[in-house]
């Protein structure tokens, strides 16, 4: 156990030189800590070297060829050794290699983890055939991330991305993090643009046949014009007025706003395309968007998230709500300065 804590203090910073007799400095000591046959102590020393500054592979005190033999839990943070920065990964390329193809799902986590701010063509050959082969969930997902945050210098790392996050109907979390990655790319409009299709596709927007005339339901009546039951309902003509309003705000939003643009434009959108919200909650949040148009601070930001956050509460955060907090408040969030 002192082992562990000494590791443990180093990793943090708090390890103070010339603790242990000797000539050894801290990474020297650390050195020493991985070959322990403690696997445990193996393990957090290893994990206390990815903390360094400019590692180097020479530190630590388990030689390349013998990564295989160590347990799982050792191996996963040798792969994070081993991706520390771009010099590490191009100078072990052979290393990264076969820790992709690493038998135990533990150690090949620690090797897509250590990737997801990385990336080369060569790296980008280990992502994808990783990818490719790769069963587990988690670690699947860790790439995704990595290919949508490095969408727009790969464009197949985009088609991936896009191809899965259509597939992934349902899992919020894999959406929420790919958003996230993506947020700052081109990739994140297209993202974006999915999320809306399929409220629309789900049936939020029906086309319903009644009496010879053709009603898109919500209120447009093609032989009549707009229709709410048969008469006019002054709060939907509040909420087109408020929309209405918050659409001018965007789009006398200066040129240099363009994400911050393009996404308020999205939220209106989808407030107009999914009649399912509830009337107050649209109200709100198309002022907030409004507010957040007009006067670009963070605390029309913060209140444009509040708006959608009691939104989805109040909704019970399922349906059209739901999915417009998704993929709205990790951008919002990103917007933050």
Do not use: C
Not at 231 to 259: E, K
Not at 294 to 299: D, G, L, T
Request: proline fraction near 4%; aromatic fraction near 6%; avoid cysteine.
């Amino acid at each position: 156990m002192a082992l562990k804590w000494l590791a443990l203090l180093d990793g943090y910073g708090r390890l103070p030189q010339g603790i242990v007799r000797g000539n050894l400095d801290n990474i020297g000591i650390m050195t020493e800590l991985n070959k322990h046959d403690n696997h445990d102590v193996s393990e957090y020393s290893v994990w206390a070297m990815t903390k360094l500054q400019e590692p180097n592979i020479s530190q630590l005190g388990i030689a390349p060829q013998d990564f295989p033999a160590q347990p799982p839990q050792v191996r996963r943070w040798l792969h994070r050794f081993i991706t520390k920065s771009d010099e590490i990964i191009l100078e072990n390329l052979d290393l990264v290699r076969e820790a992709s193809v690493d038998n135990h799902p533990r150690s090949r986590e620690g090797l897509a983890l250590g990737l997801a701010h990385h990336y080369s063509l060569e790296i980008q050959q280990v992502v994808l055939s990783m990818y490719e082969r790769e069963i587990d969930d988690t670690i699947r997902r860790s790439l995704l991330e990595h290919m949508a945050r490095f969408s727009s210098a790969a464009p197949v790392y985009g088609e991936v991305v896009r191809e899965e996050f259509h597939s992934s109907v349902g899992e919020n979390g894999t959406r929420r993090n790919i958003l996230a990655a993506s947020f700052d790319k081109p990739l994140f409009s297209a993202l974006q643009r999915i999320v809306a299709e399929e409220e629309i596709t789900k049936g939020f927007l029906k086309i319903q046949s009644s009496s010879g005339s053709t009603t898109l339901f919500g209120g447009i009546n093609m032989s009549t014009g707009p229709v709410f039951n048969g008469t006019v309902n002054a709060q939907n003509l509040v909420i087109g007025d408020m929309i209405n309003s918050a659409n001018n705000y965007i789009q006398n939003m200066s040129s240099d706003r363009v994400a911050e643009k393009e996404l308020y434009s999205n939220i209106v959108n989808f407030l107009e395309n999914n009649p399912e919200i509830d009337e107050d909650v649209k109200n709100n949040i198309a002022s907030s968007v409004k507010s957040a148009a007009e006067n670009p601070s963070n605390k029309t930001k913060l209140d444009l998230v509040e708006a959608i956050t009691i939104g989805s509460s109040a909704m019970g955060a399922v349906g059209a709500i739901a999915k417009l907090a998704e993929f709205a408040l990790p951008a919002i969030h990103h917007l933050l300065s």
